[in-house]
């Protein structure tokens, strides 16, 4: 996709019993807000896109919206909604003044995702609504940049499907190689409005992942609720139940 950062589909990961994740089916990216007319067809007819979650603050989609997907349905989960002086929106990284509080925010940000009720309150609401699409239709899921609230969000989908935690990453890191040329644009900007050096430095770190944010998320679920299955069923509220009927909906050739 040229029009939207970050796109790219889940479909084709194996998982540990060695079941395929369903062609067109599971969808991850940025914020949508420049779609092309050409790709938004592509999105409609090609991927069948059916639900669209937007993780953004309401700030965040005041300022840029999505751009509107007459066939589609489109809901609202602020990832965090009730958290206080922490995003992970441009706005929010361009307040970040070094290198080194960058690295730090960020580790902060992926500890909060595990352990805030607001941000665990917004991964179950994504996770119910997956389960909530036609069988024939994509579920596309996204935040500014897709890395942080997009890429835990399919760290934990890719979970519930039994996929292996190397893949998972792989698919989290995939993010630095996909997002080049706009975070480019994004510091081609900043630095035209002024910004310190030490700002940009910060902003470059922000822009990116890095395996070792996800290991501070695995590393926090760990420690606070023993391991990833106790978090997604104890505190996410995912049933087995409903464990199976995701891995039912997205896995091929499944019932």
């Known amino acids: 996709m040229e029009t939207i950062t970050n796109f790219r589909e889940l479909g084709g990961l194996k998982n540990r019993q060695g079941e395929v994740i369903a062609k067109n089916k599971l969808l991850r990216s940025g914020e949508l807000t420049h779609v092309s007319s050409q790709e938004q067809n592509k999105l409609l007819e090609n991927y069948r896109l059916g639900k669209i979650i937007d993780l953004r603050s309401s700030k965040e989609i005041e300022e840029r919206p999505d751009e509107k997907f007459k ?12 958290v206080e002086g922490q995003g992970t ?34 991964f179950q609401k994504m996770i119910e609504s997956a389960l909530s699409i036609d069988s024939d239709k994509s579920f596309l899921f ?29 698919d989290y890191l995939k993010t630095n190689a996909m997002r080049v040329q706009e975070n480019d644009k994004v510091i081609a900007q900043a630095i035209k409005e002024g910004a310190h050096s030490k ?20 590393k926090t679920v760990e420690e606070e609720f023993g391991n990833i299955q106790q978090f997604l069923t104890e505190e996410l509220q995912v049933t087995p139940s409903m464990q199976n009927d995701l891995r039912s909906l997205y896995l091929a050739n499944r019932k």
């Open 199 to 218: 700002t940009i430095d910060a902003l470059k770190i922000a822009l990116t992942v890095d395996r070792s944010y996800l290991d501070t998320f695995y």
């Open 71 to 82: 066939k589609a349905q489109y809901e609202h989960i602020d990832i965090f909604k009730n």
């Open 142 to 170: 996204h935040c500014f940049a897709g890395k942080d609230r997009t890429g835990i969000s399919a760290a934990l989908l890719l979970e519930i499907l039994q996929v292996p935690k190397e893949t998972i990453y792989k």
């Open 89 to 122: 929106g441009l706005d929010d990284f361009k307040e970040i003044d070094s290198p080194e509080v960058a690295r730090n925010y960020m580790h902060e940000t992926y500890r909060t995702m595990a352990v805030n009720p607001s941000a665990q309150n917004g």
